[in-house]
């Protein structure tokens, strides 16, 4: 399986902005459905934003609004633009393809080493 490699994390304070991206070599990232995940400390791993083939988008509440995914085909690579952001974002944000199971989108490849984002004064 292609693993991803997540890039774009930083520090950052709150009401600041990061772009993150989602590349793999080999892989057709950008023209496949894919999500970004994030998992803060002692909490589990969840979605937060993901794009379809298509290019719509769903989010996830806490994020609609202040976040935009997107793909870029030609570079076979996911971004995720985040604004506004607030302490709560702060976790280790991943990106993964995703499959429907069951009426529920889930990641179906390997996961990357993810890009850390800390959102502090």
């Known amino acids: 399986q292609v693993q991803p490699v997540e890039s774009g994390g930083g520090l950052v304070r709150p009401g600041g902005s990061l772009r993150l991206s989602c590349a793999a070599s080999?892989?057709?990232?950008?023209?496949?459905?894919m999500g970004w995940y994030r998992q803060a400390p002692g909490k589990q791993r969840e979605m937060v934003a993901r794009?379809?083939?298509?290019?719509?988008?769903v989010y996830a509440p806490s994020v609609k609004g202040r976040f935009t995914i997107s793909s870029d085909t030609a570079k076979n690579t996911v971004y995720l633009q985040m604004n506004s952001l607030v302490p709560e974002d702060t976790a280790v944000y991943y990106c993964?393809?995703?499959?429907?199971?069951?009426?529920?989108?889930?990641?179906?490849?390997?996961w990357g080493q993810g890009t850390q984002v800390t959102v502090s004064p």
């Open positions: 993964n393809t995703l499959v429907l199971r069951g009426g529920f989108w889930n990641a179906a490849g390997s």
């Open positions: 080999g892989s057709d990232f950008g023209s496949i459905p």
């Open positions: 794009v379809a083939n298509s290019g719509s988008a």
